[in-house]
């Protein structure tokens, strides 16, 4: 049985082997403060080695999604003090939250609804699928603070591309769900919850269709890939492809597709391949 960690910025709900996190911190606007991304740490190590945990939604309470960094604590507590050491940290911690959702094994969808500006936005680059509603709003607004994109820049390159990153970023431009899907941010949009439901619930589906162990190593692979030339992704990709035909997973899987059934770890999901 999964055990979950005890969080108080985040509300887990955990179904048929999917883990719903919502941000529950209305009243900073889901804002990436301590508390939210000290809970979000602990949860997304919690579950990393878990394959009984097949995917992730992260999701905002309030009809938010995130807000960004906690700018209270920025004015009031980082500029006040003037360590630079702690900002540096802080900043590093941040980097770490992007990380851990950016390489989780799962398959992790970001569900926005309202907004998601800033390090939210960042945050959401990192997720695997992004659906948002039409009038969601967005934009990376920290040059207008005076301040950089500065740990979410590869992440958001990552998605948009180099050119229209690098736009979005200097120019602090404001944009909704629609432009956002033809940016190629949201992967899918829909005008109301209802339908982004209906649109999350066919995505899980099909990825419990999916072997757990097939998907983390297919992650793996993925980012490996960006930082090899040409002969070591083909040694670091026969590596992964070897070490997955030699694995339970595809035993199960080549069985299954032989003996016309549905493997050990699709049993009971509603899609039929």
Known sequence: MTTLPQTDALD????GGWLTIWFDQVDTRNALTDALRTDLQDVLVAVRDNREVRGITLRGKGGVFCAGGDLKTFQGGFQERGDRSE???????????FDLVNEAPQVVIAFIEGAAM?????????AD??????????????????????????????????????????TAARFKGRE??????????APSTEELQEIEQKLKSQVLTCAPGAVAGTKELIHQLSNLNRQQAIEAAAENFTDRMLSDECRE??????????????EGNADER
Not at 118 to 126: E, P, W
Not at 180 to 189: S, T, V
């Open 12 to 15: 887990l709900d955990l179904t």
């Open 87 to 97: 900002i540096m940290e802080m900043s590093r911690d941040a980097a770490r939250i």
């Open 180 to 189: 956002a899907f033809q940016l190629g941010f949201a992967d899918f949009i």
């Open 129 to 170: 699928v992004v659906i948002c509603e039409e009038d969601a709003r967005f934009a990376m607004t920290e040059t207008t603070l005076g301040l950089s994109p500065a740990q979410i820049a590869p992440f958001v390159i990552q998605k948009l591309g180099y050119a229209t990153a690098r736009r979005l970023m200097l």
């Open 253 to 266: 899987g080549l069985a299954a597709f032989f003996e016309k059934r549905r493997p050990k770890w699709s």
């Open 118 to 126: 800033a390090g939210g936005f960042g945050l959401a680059c990192c």
